[in-house]
């Protein structure tokens, strides 16, 4: 597994010799877990994520990381690399990202750093959508927040849209293997239902992950699999986030001023 991509696009490497150290996990889902690795060579370090997904799905998953290559979005987070050690299972590596909690940047920075990270990643949603794929879990475990110094509109805070190998084509299909994928608490209701994945399924767990990052509440989410599952389906409406945080009872700062950045 070696960081480098061929004509914008992935390199794939067919070695079952890793060059990389392990020094600690720092995340795990349902289909993986992410640790943090160290060049041997050149004390590199990057993020390698074990995936449960195969050979098959990678030729699939190469147009979605080849698309987001090409768009060169600065918001969306592909990987330089990916490693097949068996029929079902993969190692992606992908760029370190130092994150900080979302929800407690926007308690401290109010409406312009909650519009600032929401427009960066309906920008980064907006090219997955364009190219004809749908994220399909978005979640604040699966939007990093990277805390930034460089200047600009982005109140010192980057968002980056990450695990883009969960996406899939919004062409009638629920997924790769035919069954509905997310994270419970913020798929849309039609979708626990069994219809596919399509862009406003996406569109209504940003929503939700929106309420999150400013609230810090997930008000679909239950302690219970089937609860979470019935309050969803039931879903109408959220309460206004003024209701819970006056800051954003004018709408916060005007949009036309962090589209421009």
Known sequence: LYPGSLGGYLQRVTTHESRYSELGSIGRGAEGEVFEVEDRVDGSRYALK???IGPEDIESLEGVWGSALDSGHQNLLVPIACRIPSANSAELLLPLIKTVDGHSLVTQGGPEVAYSLLIQVTKALAVL??????????KPDNILIEETTRPGPWSGARAILADLDLATPHSGHTNRAGVASGTVGFMAPEVLSGAPASPQSDLFSLGLWLF??????????????????????QFRELPPISRLDGRFAGGGPPLARAWTG
Do not use: F
């Not at 959508?129 to 978005?138: N, Q, S």
């Not at 999150?212 to 389906?233: C, F």
């Open 50 to 52: 074990r995936s449960l």
């Open 129 to 138: 959508h364009g190219a004809g794929y749908c994220h399909r879990d978005l």
């Open 212 to 233: 999150w990052l400013i609230t810090g509440e997930t008000p679909l989410h239950r302690t219970s699999l089937a609860e979470s599952v019935r309050v969803a389906r």
